[in-house]
């Protein structure tokens, strides 16, 4: 199974990114899919979870209500549109699933497949 994902670029404040994420592979429909976040010289961090159904959605405080996270469940294919960018979402990007639903789908180990990451980076 491989993640992949792609969108990631050079904006300036206030613009807006859609990342995308991809999956090939034969796995069964992933319970969680998510996107986390790493800037340099800091731990990654959490920033959206969806579940299968796209009904239940968690974003970190840092991204409500400019982030969006949706999902075609039916391909293991995950978004995340990017409104109102601040310099400081300046990280790479990482897609990631599990085919579990775990209670805590904050936490990196709830998580069991990763993509390699794409760059995106703010200008102020």
């Known amino acids: 199974v491989k993640l992949e994902e792609s969108g990631g670029g050079l904006v300036q404040a206030g613009g807006s990114l859609r990342l995308s994420c991809s999956t090939s592979g034969r796995i069964f429909t992933f319970g969680t899919m998510a996107w986390f976040r790493q800037a340099p010289g800091k731990e990654r961090e959490f920033v959206a979870a969806i579940r299968r159904s796209g009904g239940n959605k968690f974003y970190a405080d840092s991204v409500k209500g400019r982030f969006t996270i949706s999902r075609d469940g039916g391909k293991n294919t995950e978004y995340l549109q990017m409104d109102n960018l601040k310099p400081e979402d300046t990280a790479t990007y990482y897609c990631?699933?599990?085919?579990?639903?775990?209670?805590?789908?904050?936490?990196?180990?709830?998580?069991?497949?990763w993509g390699q990451g794409t760059q995106v980076t703010v200008s102020s």
């Open positions: 990631t699933a599990t085919v579990r639903t775990p209670s805590g789908p904050t936490a990196p180990a709830a998580y069991d497949y």
